[in-house]
């Protein structure tokens, strides 16, 4: 069974859900998400003899959310990994991360590699610091109009998203998976800044499978708080930038393992493919090439639980220590 405490760690407190014995796996959800993103793997990770821990990240669910926005940047981040392996007692940890939580899970393995035993990205590719600020340069590149801007701006998507959680909510997800009817690369997530972010996306009158009623409860009630927190992670894209220059042009080198979806869109990102191709190359200790999985969009853990449950099993357990198998 799951459970679920709060631990305090690098000066906040942390929610978190547990289950298992065994080597440390530390799963980091992204946007807009929380633990509960990890539900389907739990069970397996724990079965194949792994301790598997999910926090609410800073800012999100039932964690604390610092007010101000620089206390959300990606050394804050990788230090609240960081404090969590400590705080439950162990010296080293796999470290899984998708969408936003892929930064994380990249850049705890790329800062501190001495506790990192392997780190898996969902959707997400590793770090690649480009030579100008991210916010500054699609601000010119696309008028203002790209997402990621959109959502640094100080309360607006706070009050869109806010307006309605659970319809907002219900679209993000829908019109992110591959569920939707339109292929990743299909359009860049531009922003029409006097309609929004969701005013274009559609609204399903049934969710898929993989995604119930019961899940938008869940996720609903998790932002009941509000979305400023989150977004506050958005808000640091440039300052993050700044932060992490003294590894620039640094590759993770520990264990290393990347899966996404071919419907996804953030693969698509101008650039993007180009690199992913590339990443056998540039990090000497991927595990397998990048692992695409057909007709699956952003949501890639909840999307294709058993792919990406198999692909993570044979990781973790070939990357660390082998797992000591609960007892029966």
């Given at each position: 069974m799951?459970?679920h ?15 298992g014995?065994g080597?440390?796996v ?5 946007f ?5 993103s990890?539900?389907?793997?739990f ?21 604390d959310?610092p007010?101000a ?9 990788v230090?609240d ?7 439950l ?9 998708h ?9 705890t393995?790329?800062?501190?590699p001495?506790?990192?035993?392997g ?14 600020p991210?916010l ?13 801007n ?6 607006v998507?706070?009050a ?6 659970r319809?907002a909510?219900?679209?993000f997800f ?5 569920d ?16 929004g972010?969701?005013?274009d996306?559609?609204?399903?009158e ?9 899940d ?32 620039h042009?640094?590759v ?6 990347y ?17 992913i ?8 200790n ?14 890639t ?9 198999a692909?993570l ?7 660390g220590a ?7």
């Amino acid at each position: 069974m799951v459970v679920h405490r709060m631990v305090d760690v690098n000066g906040v407190r942390l929610h978190v859900a547990e289950q298992g014995d065994g080597p440390l796996v530390v799963l980091l959800h992204g946007f807009p998400e929380s633990w509960h993103s990890w539900r389907h793997q739990f069970g397996p990770l724990a079965d194949a003899g792994f301790r598997v821990v999910a926090p609410d990240q800073r800012g999100y669910g039932r964690s604390d959310r610092p007010e101000a926005v620089d206390a959300y940047t990606i050394l804050h981040l990788v230090g609240d990994v960081v404090g969590l392996i400590q705080a439950l007692g162990e010296e080293k940890a796999h470290v899984v991360g998708h969408d936003w939580g892929a930064p994380v899970a990249w850049h705890t393995a790329l800062l501190r590699p001495d506790l990192v035993r392997g780190v898996a990205g969902l959707s997400v590719p590793p770090p690649s610091r480009g030579p100008h600020p991210p916010l500054a340069s699609m601000q010119e590149r696309f008028d203002g109009r790209f997402y990621w801007n959109y959502f640094a701006r100080p309360g607006v998507a706070d009050a869109e998203f806010a307006k309605d959680t659970r319809t907002a909510l219900r679209k993000f997800f829908y019109s992110a998976s591959g569920d939707a009817p339109r292929a990743a690369g299909d359009r860049l997530p531009l922003v029409d800044p006097g309609r929004g972010w969701l005013a274009d996306m559609p609204d399903p009158e049934v969710l898929p499978d993989w995604f119930t009623e019961d899940d938008l409860d869940a996720l609903t009630e998790s932002f009941s708080q509000g979305f400023t927190g989150a977004l506050n992670w958005y808000r640091n894209m440039d300052r993050n930038w700044e932060l992490t220059a003294p590894w620039h042009g640094a590759v993770v080198t520990t264990p290393a393992l990347y899966m996404y979806g071919d419907r996804d869109l953030v693969p698509a990102f101008p650039g993007t493919p180009e690199f992913i191709e590339r990443l056998p190359a540039l990090m000497p200790n991927l595990w397998r090439p990048p692992v695409e999985l057909a007709g699956c969009g952003h949501w890639t853990q909840q999307e294709r639980p058993a792919e990406v449950n198999a692909a993570l099993v044979e990781f973790l357990t070939r990357s660390g220590a082998q797992p000591t198998r609960p007892s029966t």
